[in-house]
């Protein structure tokens, strides 16, 4: 079980959103770099990045606050937002992300999700977000008639390291992860899956350590840690208990 601290990107700064609505942004620190270090000095592992100008952009457009943030940590990143090539993907692997994530283009291009996985063994992430049970792309800003294990289940056996499962309807209103979406999706699939969207709390993070979540490869947190309702040591050492 890992626990993913989030760093999602608009105009250069670190923001959370409500509900993926680019108006409502709340601006955590303006500096992406120094958040990236504060995350790998309290203890996390890993850290999961958003080029949320990128995502409604389909191209990189916070190139330099990533490159900020490369440097800045000795932690391994993995990035989405505006990836849509294999020209993207190589170039952010050559600058040092250990794993790209693709959402859009998963639907819109399935075929080139697995030729990445092909040239890129463990580096490629699928990641499907959903409002309603339906997938949306574009940024969110678009839905599809595409349901969630539909999708998930094109890539089995193509190599995806991951699946990041958003909710579009919990994120940033720290309401609680949807765990009866998300587990359905974990039985489904043999990729692991990492839940983003909605955790709220202590008690989310030990709901993610009961036996029945144990497909689940970790979670995604952002507006808790930032507004301290989750302790980043507590929740932590509760992982580190379970991991023996």
């Known amino acids: ?29 303006p500096d992406p770099a120094a958040q990236a270090l504060a995350f790998e000095e309290q203890g996390f592992e890993w850290l999961h990045v958003v080029d949320l100008n990128g995502a409604f952009a389909g191209e990189s457009v916070n190139g330099d606050a990533v490159d900020a943030i490369l440097k800045a940590t000795k932690n391994p990143v993995q990035l989405g937002g505006g990836i849509r090539t294999l020209e993207h993907i190589e170039n952010w692997l050559s600058r040092g992300l250990s794993r ?32 309603g049970g339906k997938v949306a792309v574009e940024g969110w800003a678009e839905a599809s008639e595409l349901g969630v294990i539909e999708l998930a289940q094109r890539f089995e056996g193509a190599g995806v390291a991951a699946i990041i499962y958003t909710d579009i309807d919990r994120d940033g209103i720290l309401t609680g992860i949807n765990w009866a979406s998300t587990l359905e999706l974990a039985e489904a ?56």
Do not use: H, W
């Open 189 to 244: 699939v043999s990729i692991p899956v990492i839940a983003s969207g909605g955790l709220a709390s202590i008690d989310d993070v030990r709901r993610m350590l009961e036996p029945d979540a144990r497909k689940l490869e970790g979670a995604i947190s952002g507006r808790a840690l930032y507004d301290g309702r989750i302790d980043p040591q507590e929740a932590l050492t509760l992982i580190k208990a379970a991991r023996g």
């Open 100 to 131: 790209v994530i693709l959402g859009t283009v998963a639907v819109r291009d399935p075929a080139l999700v697995i030729e990445a996985c092909k040239r890129f063994p463990g580096k490629v992430a699928v990641g499907i977000d959903a409002k």
């Open 1 to 29: 079980m890992i626990l993913f601290p989030a760093i999602d990107l608009k105009d250069g700064q670190c923001v959370r959103l409500k509900l993926g609505d680019m108006d409502q942004a709340t601006v955590y620190n």
